[in-house]
């Protein structure tokens, strides 16, 4: 993470001359821009120093998953997006389009993101320009850009790893862990909690999970070596949910007959969003949002803290983290977020998820509400 505040936002911009490549050569994440040194690396003809005209009033920054064309693969990534605004009464075209032909090389391509105390390395991965003021002679003088840049999770650089580390642990360790079989204050939660497991020193053998109406305390997953494993986080949310939403699909093919009977491809995913404000902590040192959104980003990108179990009032859904959301809507004088959003969503069901948590919405309703034996 940056330690230099950055007040007017800088597009870093990869210049290497691709023109002295062979044909049949292949790109190398050593031949890409590289967060470290960056400063330095600004001055060599190799690295451009795009710094932003007016800075962003609002930044996205999406995780989340997608099946590759590979059968069986996942793509996931973050991507950060963004609008610049462009006003010059001399023309503003060269210079949006400057941008537009990014996409022209994948060295372009490759580009890092710095304002405040934010850096980002990735690929630009859409760029939308408007045109939307002419001057009598119809030269564009006002106009704005739209631009997306990627970064995948798995495979990616040595330094974009050690930012998303720090970004979880810098959060996190201050935050109380417990284990899983602790079983604190019974009855409904008033302010909602999401709990993190990281297992990133274990192996999942089965997961152990609590029924969704069971309140808090009353969650568990076991590791391949038994017990449980008590590195879990606790995020403590600031605002309640405005609501919760659940949603299911399944496959209309019907059972064969001597088979058992359960739903094919069936899934069911729980959205919520998350408020974060710090407006009126300016006079402290804890006066930005930026740690709450990374560290949550963070847990996405890392597969073996992608599992949660998301606790309010007499709910408890467990399941793992398939996308985070984030959207920075506010930012202090000092170019700080200090008020965002983020939406989580869910999986709390699904193919992949096997023992007694997909036995839940299979048997344990049916028990409840439809008096089933």
């Known amino acids: 993470m940056s330690a230099v505040t950055v007040e007017k936002a800088i597009l870093y911009i990869h210049l290497k001359d691709i023109t002295a490549r062979k044909p049949d050569s ?7 821009i590289k967060t470290k040194d960056i400063k330095k690396q600004s001055k060599s003809n190799k690295v451009y120093k795009f710094s932003v005209q007016y800075n962003p009033t609002t930044i996205s920054l999406s995780s989340s998953n997608s099946l590759s064309k590979k ?30 032909s990014l996409l022209s090389s994948s060295y ?13 390395r990735g690929t630009v991965t859409s760029v939308s320009n408007t045109y939307n003021m002419f001057d009598p002679h119809g030269i564009p003088i006002s106009g704005t850009v739209n631009l997306s840049i990627s970064q995948k999770t798995k495979d990616t650089d040595a330094d974009d790893k050690v930012y998303w580390d720090s970004a979880f642990k810098n959060y996190f360790k201050s935050h109380r862990s417990r284990k899983f079989n602790e079983n604190n204050s019974e009855g409904a939660v008033e302010k909602a909690v999401l709990e993190i497991a990281d297992f990133t020193e274990r192996k999942l053998e089965k997961n152990d999970a609590a029924p969704p109406n069971a309140g808090k305390g009353a969650i568990g997953l076991r590791t391949k070596e038994g017990g449980f494993n008590n590195k879990i986080y606790r995020f403590e949310c600031q ?7 659940i949603s299911g699909s399944g496959s209309s093919e019907m059972p064969t007959i001597g088979r058992k009977a359960r739903s094919i491809n069936t899934k069911i995913n729980l ?5 974060l404000d710090k407006t009126d902590n300016q006079d402290s040192d804890d006066c930005s949002v930026q740690p709450e959104v990374e560290a949550l980003t963070a847990v996405f ?15 408890s859904y467990q399941g793992t983290i398939n996308s985070v959301n984030a959207e920075y809507k506010m930012f202090n004088s000092n170019c700080e977020p200090v008020r965002a959003s ?12 096997s023992g007694t948590l997909s036995d839940i ?7 409840d509400i439809y008096n089933t034996k």
């Open 26 to 32: 292949e790109d190398t994440n050593d031949e890409f």
């Open 71 to 100: 059968k069986g693969s996942k793509n996931d990534s973050s991507t950060l997006s963004f609008s610049l605004i462009f006003d010059d009464s001399k023309g503003v075209r060269k210079k949006m389009d400057s941008i537009m």
């Open 108 to 120: 372009t391509q490759q580009v890092i993101f710095c304002w405040s105390k934010m850096i980002f």
């Open 239 to 245: 605002f309640n949910p405005e609501q919760l939403s």
């Open 271 to 275: 959205s919520f969003t998350l408020i």
């Open 301 to 315: 990108r890392d597969e073996k803290k992608q599992m949660a179990t998301f606790t309010w009032g007499d709910k």
């Open 342 to 353: 983020v939406a989580i969503s869910m999986s709390v069901y699904n193919e992949r998820i």
């Open 361 to 367: 919405w299979a048997n344990e309703y049916m028990k």
